[in-house]
């Protein structure tokens, strides 16, 4: 089994920068598919970055391609999100999430393994 836990979040300002971390504990493997999703109130938890196992291969949502960059340690087993420029519709809580397999997928529905989630809040 695999824990995930979720550090970094907190409050920034529009266009200000903040890293979020994701420790992996357990059974854990370099090669598992790993992600941040994001849930804002009142909203669906959406995809927000994700990054294949073995070769790394990353992916990230419209809403946040070319600010975040998502990046693996395998031998320190994290997973970052680096956020720049950030913005009011950034807010929300964060999630990390892992999955079993190489292949990326946006669909939450392929990541079985969870952290409690940090919260991000961007004010003006």
């Known amino acids: 089994q695999v824990q995930l836990v979720e550090s970094g979040g907190g409050l920034v300002q529009a266009g200000g920068s903040l890293k979020l971390s994701c420790a992996a504990s357990g059974r854990t493997s370099s090669s598992n598919r790993m992600a941040w999703f994001r849930q804002a109130p009142g909203q669906e938890r959406e995809f927000v970055a994700g990054?294949?196992?073995?070769?790394?291969?990353?992916d990230y949502a419209d809403s946040v391609r070319g600010r975040f960059t998502i990046s693996r340690d395998n031998a320190k087993n994290t997973v970052s999100l680096q956020m720049k420029r950030l913005k009011l519709e950034d807010t929300a809580a964060y999630y990390c999430?892992?999955?079993?397999?190489?292949?990326?997928?946006?669909?939450?529905?392929?990541?079985?393994?969870w952290g409690q989630g940090t919260q991000v809040t961007v004010s003006s």
């Open positions: 999430a892992a999955g079993p397999g190489v292949v990326l997928f946006r669909n939450q529905k392929k990541y079985d393994t």
């Open positions: 990054i294949s196992g073995s070769v790394g291969s990353t």
